[in-house]
T-cell receptor
Framework: DTEVTQTPKHLVMGMTNKKSLKCEQH?????MYWYKQKAKKPPELMFV???????INESVPSRFSPECPNSSLLNLHLHALQPEDSALYLC?????????????????FGSGTQLSVL | AQTVTQSQPEMSVQEAETVTLSCTYD???????LFWYKQPPSRQMILVIR??????QNATENRFSVNFQKAAKSFSLKISDSQLGDTAMYFC??????????FGTGTSLTVIP
């Protein structure tokens, strides 16, 4: 199994709603990532978890709350979002959690959640 | 901070021809990886090719090859025998220790039949 699975594929929410995005991988990877991508722009790194601990937070607003309950699962909790938060949210995983560079290290991406905030 | 720049926002190529996409990066690190990822209209991010900075030999994957110039901090992608399915956004990407993985600005490639 070389897949990263993201659910839901599409999400529409109001600014007062609370919702969650889910990401799952069963490749035994120990690092998991959240990216935000606006149309025709590159993905922007939001968070990185290494061995289920938050290792990188790229100054993301607190209305985005990541969670890594176990090594296979990554969530992104959303609350009081703004319309400008509408974007494609991509999850990715990589083999190592130590942050070292090893042969064949690369990121595997899910197909994303398209989020619209009304 | 690491920056990755792709100077060609849009490019086009005739089917079966060859095209080269440019990428430059800035880092003080000596050990890192470089990648080219492809994102077709489906928006699924697909790995095209990767290069370890400590390797002098340029990576190749079938029709895809890179020209890695470490001193110049340049990492270009050559696509030979372009096919319609190569139409996509292409992102150069940089990975360093600490699971830090950053994308370049992107090049939109259109293959013309």
């Amino acid at each position: 199994d070389t897949e990263v699975t993201q659910t839901p594929k599409h999400l529409v929410m109001g600014m007062t709603n609370k919702k969650s995005l889910k990401c799952e991988q069963h490749m035994g990877h120990r690092a998991m990532y959240w990216y935000k991508q606006k149309a025709k722009k590159p993905p922007e790194l939001m968070f990185v978890y290494s061995y289920e601990k938050l290792s990188i937070n790229e100054s993301v607003p607190s209305r985005f709350s990541p969670e890594c309950p176990n090594s296979s699962l990554l969530n992104l909790h959303l609350h009081a979002l703004q319309p400008e938060d509408s974007a494609l949210y991509l999850c990715a995983s990589s083999q190592l959690g130590t942050g070292g560079l090893e042969t064949n290290e690369k990121l595997f991406f899910g197909s994303g959640t398209q989020l619209s905030v009304l | 901070a690491q920056t990755v720049t792709q100077s060609q926002p849009e490019m086009s190529v005739q089917e079966a021809e060859t095209v080269t996409l440019s990428c430059t990066y800035d880092t003080s690190e000596n050990n890192y990886y470089l990648f080219w990822y492809k994102q077709p209209p489906s928006r699924q991010m697909i790995l095209v090719i990767r290069q370890e900075a400590y390797k002098q030999q340029n990576a190749t994957e079938n029709r895809f090859s890179v020209n890695f110039q470490k001193a110049a901090k340049s990492f270009s992608l050559k696509i030979s025998d372009s096919q319609l399915g190569d139409t996509a956004m292409y992102f150069c990407a940089f990975m360093m220790t600490g699971n830090q993985f950053y994308f370049g600005t992107g090049t939109s490639l259109t293959v013309i039949p």
